[in-house]
């Protein structure tokens, strides 16, 4: 199952993006993939694009206390996260 999620981050893109370096080990434990990312001119907000081979396992993956601590310290402000949708179809160029 993919999903659209957006949320609101406070130490730039690049540091998500490190972030997301930083959380392989959870999301292969998880089974989670991430596919896309962008962010706004400021990069203050991201929207992703990410794939969980198992959808049971994706409230554990966020609630992992280590994966939580993770995302603060990167940045992310966790209560402004918004799944915008599921995703049944999609193409990158």
């Excluded at 993006?17 to 596919?35: C, F, G, N, R, S």
Aim: include cysteine.
């Amino acid at each position: 199952m993919k999903f659209l999620i957006t949320f609101k981050i406070n130490n730039g893109f690049d540091r998500w993006l490190k972030l997301v370096d930083d959380l392989q080990p959870y999301m292969d434990k998880y089974e989670y993939t991430m596919m896309f990312a962008c962010t706004n001119d400021d990069e203050t907000r991201v929207w992703d694009m990410g794939e969980a081979n198992n959808p049971d396992l994706v409230n554990d993956f966020l609630g992992d206390q280590e994966v939580i601590k993770m995302r603060r310290e990167a940045g992310v402000d966790l209560e402004s996260s918004e799944v915008v949708s599921t995703i049944s179809k999609h193409k990158i160029w």
